[in-house]
């Protein structure tokens, strides 16, 4: 049953989203408040029943002083103004002593798994509730599992005493019977009351509910009323602004016929200024069809003297190009004859040199 329920819990949808506004959370939170209120309510039923009507008086074993008493009384003062399920009542007589063992390791994992999921619905963190959920599965059977072993023991000698007694047919057993009826007996009187009291509420709200209902009647019927008065306004302003539209409908039409009546006029004078200007446009298209052919013959002309200035160009250039050449090879044939002539005149005065010396 514990992973059944940590699985579905884990799969349940994110019940307060961010994306709500105030009033929508607030409304929503107050939702979840009355379910919780709900299920709270049915648990501290099944606890008071497991608690008071414990088989063994002498032990107190098998009563829930080991449940953490302020987490329940924090949620069990709600209990005294809501209603319950008739279900939870009869546990407490169908259940034996094994059983309810059980029943109270389901109610103590019940109440830590409720009290995390409404964390986790407050504070909206999905991973610290799963994470929780997986420790208290992983210390549960470590440390309470082995005391729930060591109770199923005892228990099972009770049960085989409580067998042994029930053949015998002894009065204890049969005063803590009456004694459970009695409970249920009071706890049906309980809801019988709450029942009526519920009643009673529901009656004082239809009461409300109709002085409401009358008081928004009377509400729409005054807006109703002024309503009408302003449409017999609007339909008074509506008459007038009819009858000038039709004034001006009158005054349109008359000029609407001078207009087609002036129409043929102008449609006359268009006709001939179209034609006129066909005309003119048939002789600027020779003029200048004309001028394109002389724009063509003078562009024919300019690009054969381009051609011809260039090469009067080239010519000039290539003259330049000679002339520079034939006064570098005369100076080149200058400074070769001076330097000839220099080497000449050092080698007879060397020559010259020699000869005094000798």
Known sequence: KSNHISSSL???PKLLPINLTPNQMKTRAYELVAIFENAFDELNIIHKSLSINDFNKNNNQFQFDDLNSTNINLYSSVSQNSSCNPFALNLAGIF???ERDK???EIEYFFHILILFFRALLLEFETDFLTSINHINNTLPSIQLIELNNRLKISQDKIKKLSFIKKNFQTEKSQQFNELISIKSQLKDYLMEEKYRSK???RYCNDWKK?????WIQMLLDIEQNYTKTIHQYEN?????DIIHQETIKILTKQNNEMKFNVNKWYEYYQNETNRFDKELINFRQEFNQIKRQRQYMYEEYQRMKIIVDEYNQMKINEKLLLEKQKQEEEAIKRIQAWWRGTMIRHIKQ???KKKKK
Request: charged share 25%.
């Open 200 to 202: 009673i509420s529901l």
């Open 351 to 353: 020559k010259r040199r």
């Open 96 to 98: 034996i002593m094994n």
């Open 237 to 241: 302003i509506l008459k007038q602004t």
């Open 103 to 105: 029943l109270r390791y």
């Open 10 to 12: 884990s799969k349940l």
């Open 211 to 215: 002085n409401h209902i009358l008081q």
